[in-house]
């Protein structure tokens, strides 16, 4: 693939990543991609970052208590255990 032919796949895939992730706010904010060649694969982090994160000048702090709990409802929720597996966990 020649250098043209390349950077106009990336133009269109920062273009379509771009467009998934203003419409999925799950999605992150970065586009990162990966060019697979006969000759190897070279991953490109932040090719693009359309959404820039908020500025904040101050931390918010709030004291415990702050925010006053108007009503607290507590309903118990039956359960019952059907089965129960333990496994070991192998670790390295």
Avoid: N
């Avoid at 106009?8 to 273009?15: N, R, Y």
């Avoid at 203003?22 to 006969?38: H, N």
């Avoid at 108007?70 to 089965?83: D, G, H, M, N």
Wanted: a negative charge; one cysteine or more.
């Amino acid at each position: 693939m020649e250098v043209d032919e390349l950077e106009a796949a990336q133009g269109l895939l920062v273009e379509a990543i771009t467009a998934g992730i203003l419409g999925d706010l799950g999605s992150g904010g970065s586009v990162d991609a990966c060019v697979i060649t006969g000759t190897g694969a070279k991953m490109l982090r932040t090719l693009s970052s359309p959404t820039k994160p908020i500025e904040r000048h101050t931390q918010y702090h709030f004291a415990p208590g702050t925010t006053a709990v108007l009503s607290e409802t507590v309903k118990p929720l039956p359960l019952e255990l059907v089965e129960e597996t333990v496994q070991t966990m192998e670790v390295e």
